[in-house]
């Protein structure tokens, strides 16, 4: 079992910058990938940033260069650092890990936090 649990949501003007942190625990050696994920109101999911376990971060497209993510695979632990925030960037954050490696086994079955909101003000 895992459990992902995010911290740093908030409202923030448009133009400034927020730091969102998810820590993982629970029964598993390591995760191959951890991330976020955002949804906004009347919009479906979406690909914010996801971190391998080697490092290498796949963006989406409307945060590149603006969001950096990382992640400590010691702590299990991921962050994202968002700067020149929009208000098209207000919405739900989840945190998302996936490849739960177990003694030998990974297993791959998306795992979600709950969700933390970011209102970015005009």
């Known amino acids: 079992q895992v459990r992902l649990v995010e911290s740093g949501g908030g409202l923030v003007q448009a133009g400034g910058s927020l730091t969102l942190s998810c820590a993982a625990s629970g029964n598993f050696a390591s995760l191959k990938k951890m991330g976020w994920y955002r949804q906004a109101p009347g919009k479906q999911r979406e690909l914010v940033a996801v971190v391998d376990r080697e490092g290498s971060t796949n963006y989406g497209a409307a945060v590149k260069g603006r969001f950096t993510a990382a992640r400590d695979n010691a702590k299990n632990t991921v962050s994202l650092q968002m700067n020149t925030l929009k208000p098209e960037d207000t919405g739900v954050y989840y945190c998302?890990?996936?490849?739960?490696?177990?003694?030998?086994?990974?297993?791959?079955?998306?795992?979600w936090g709950k969700g933390i909101l970011v209102t970015v003000s005009s």
């Open positions: 998302y890990a996936d490849g739960v490696k177990k003694y030998i086994v990974t297993q791959w079955s998306a795992k």
